[in-house]
């Protein structure tokens, strides 16, 4: 594997980035990682490095660039609270313009598959995530636990299923059954709106909150329909990663089905992901 911090150039600005990429120059599908609130910070390094052992290019982006570039918050009620003034920096136009950028760097590495990029965030860049899928470039998006995707941003702007008509990839949502921060209703509007949008979309939620989003929890799988919870802000990616790399198609690990999800089909979990990246 090779990781390497790359500058890339966001309306003359620049963002400072992680990229991390199998050894080899045979082109691979690219995932853009989102960072949860708490800036790019070593657990999202190390998303986005387990990304690339699972064979894909990951460019780990920082979208507080324009105000708070070298934010790294710890995982405590004082980084969180820090995270969220940070967030309020951001907007949607600012968001869409970073992934643009992304899009638009990785389109130009010899290493990446054309027209095989997808997205990955994690709590607000779950919500990210949600909001990016509006941009073409992309391939798939893959939201965890998207604490503003049925909830207003943290700059006050409305929440992100106000742009589901406008989404125009495949997405796959993974939420946290007893997460105390997307009720029930919250996660049920959600699929409502991509469903009555005629979106393709799957979500699944774990039996519990998102804290232990790892693979000593084996999560229920939900329907399109599902109205189980979802999200945690204050948790670390550390708790997701397991399951990250069993959201990417292609890749079956030891110990349980390919997606890890109890009672659902191996292939069907990840149909979305395979078909948009691979």
């Known amino acids: 594997m090779q990781t390497q911090d790359v500058m890339l150039t966001v309306?003359?600005?620049?963002?400072?980035?992680?990229?991390?990429?199998?050894?080899g120059d045979e082109p691979k599908a690219a995932v853009i990682v989102l960072q949860e609130i708490f800036g790019v910070n070593k657990e999202v390094r190390r998303i986005a490095e387990l990304v690339a052992n699972a064979g894909y290019v990951a460019l780990a982006i920082n979208y507080y660039h324009r105000t708070n570039p070298d934010l790294n918050e710890p995982y405590t009620p004082e980084g969180l609270q820090n995270g969220f003034a940070a967030a309020g920096n951001v907007s949607r136009a600012t968001l869409r313009a970073d992934v643009s950028a992304a899009i638009t760097y990785l389109e130009g590495q010899p290493f990446v598959k054309r027209g095989k990029i997808a997205t990955i965030g994690f709590c607000f860049g779950g919500a990210v995530a949600f909001v990016t899928a509006t941009l073409p470039g992309l391939a798939a998006a893959i939201p965890f636990y998207g604490g503003s995707i049925a909830a207003a941003f943290p700059n006050g702007e409305p929440e992100g299923l106000a742009d589901v008509k406008d989404i125009r990839v495949?997405?796959?949502?993974?939420?946290?059954?007893?997460?105390?921060?997307?009720?029930h209703d919250a996660i049920a509007r959600t699929d409502k709106a991509l469903l009555d949008a005629g979106k393709q979309m799957r979500s699944s939620a774990t039996r519990t909150s998102v804290m232990p989003f790892s693979a000593r929890v084996r999560p229920r799988s939900t329907s399109t329909k599902s109205t189980t919870p979802g999200r945690k802000c204050s948790s670390s990616s550390r708790s997701s990663s397991p399951r990250v790399c069993r959201a990417l198609p292609g890749k079956r690990r030891r110990g349980g089905s390919a997606d890890g999800i109890r009672g659902a089909?191996?292939?069907r979990t990840r149909r979305i992901a395979r078909r948009a990246i691979r």
Request: overall charge negative; glycine content about 10%; hydrophobic content about 35%.
């Open 265 to 267: 089909n191996p292939v």
């Open 11 to 23: 309306d003359g600005n620049p963002m400072k980035s992680f990229l991390a990429r199998p050894d």
């Open 170 to 183: 495949p997405l796959l949502l993974f939420f946290g059954g007893k997460d105390e921060y997307i009720d």
